[in-house]
């Protein structure tokens, strides 16, 4: 059976009705997409939102004419079940490199459609257009409180740089929601301009940022920020290629314990020629206990900060100070990942 515009004027109906639910979807998934970001010292974005209601009376409608999902769709209801993406994300990162870096903590993020609940990324890159996308749901684990509502409602994210963002968006609405008919040839001439000015302007973003770290690792003072953090506490670490993975709430951490500065960090861990050596040796023996049990729901990444944070753990007062000045339980919150990481050490010494 396909599209009706009876069917249609119903599922519009409905999902006006549900609109705040697909809008609390959508604050999660943005919220939560935000934290990937900050967690991990990426550059970027986040941008979320519900799907306008009269943008999907169109979107059907359109369906309809063009005879979409003719056998999929039986009566109103199952228009929730062939559009999963009316809650939507997108994640823009300041250089096209950390994309796949950013699909790859998504999928780890959130649950998925695919039969063992994992997430599926698609890639859409054309000639110009670039950009990831991955249907995904909340977690079981987080079904709880205001969210409880929400099981298995998914949510489309998009993953793209900053300017191939720009790109695609000035290309879709012109390609693809032309106003005046078909795009003339010099307009075409322009999209292919600003789409080589696209890939210029990332290779400059690039090189600017790695001209600003290596500005920073000249210098000693305090650190300025995470971004400062990673690029200077990394040159410690040569064996930590994903240094930056985690290290935000360490950079948070370290702050609190007052070791904002590279001798300062250096100065508390007594540091010496294998000091990182044995960071990486904990951070391996920690990871072979902790990944395979989901249990834990907890994975340690060897190659990671978390050679660095082991370190800092492994110290009894420092680890004591940390506990004290994030406590946790109820009414209080959920405990920072740090502490979660000092209880399995803490077990795996024992």
Partial sequence: MALTADMIEKAVERYR??????????????????KILEEN????????????????????????????????????????????????????????TDRPKIVTLVQKRFG????????????????????????????????????????GVGCEIQVCSLL???????????RYKPL??????HEDGLLNILGRLMDTGDTVNTETLDAVEARQKQNTAEFDDEYDFVARVRELF?????????????????????????NSIKTSLNWQDD???????????????VNPDL??????????????LVLLLSDTNLAAKLKTLFPAGWGIGRAPRFLSVLKQLQELRT
């Fill in 17 to 34: 009705r549900e609109f705040d639910r697909y809008t609390k979807l959508s604050e999660f998934i943005g919220d939560a997409c935000q």
């Fill in 41 to 96: 010292v990426i550059r970027g974005s986040v941008q979320w939102r519900p799907k306008n209601p009269e943008r999907l009376r169109l979107k059907l409608q359109k369906q309809m004419a063009n005879g979409d999902h003719a056998t999929d769709y039986t009566d109103e209801n199952s228009v929730f079940n062939v559009l999963k993406d009316l809650s939507g994300a997108r994640i823009t990162a300041y250089v096209e």
């Fill in 112 to 151: 998925g459609f695919a039969m063992d609940g994992s997430v599926e990324s698609v890639v859409k890159d054309k000639e110009f257009y670039r950009a990831t996308h991955c249907m995904v749901q909340i977690k079981d684990e987080d079904l709880v409180g205001r969210y409880e509502n929400l099981k």
């Fill in 164 to 174: 191939a963002h720009v790109y695609n968006e000035i290309e879709h609405d012109l």
């Fill in 180 to 185: 005046a008919g078909k795009l003339a040839k």
């Fill in 238 to 262: 040569p064996d930590a290629p994903n240094f930056a993975a985690n290290a935000g709430q360490l950079y948070m951490a370290c702050k609190k314990l007052g070791l904002d500065s590279l």
């Fill in 275 to 289: 000091t990182a050596q044995k960071g990486k040796a904990i951070a391996e023996k920690l990871a072979a206990k």
């Fill in 295 to 308: 249990r834990t729901q907890l994975e340690i990444d060897a190659l990671s900060s978390d050679q660095l």
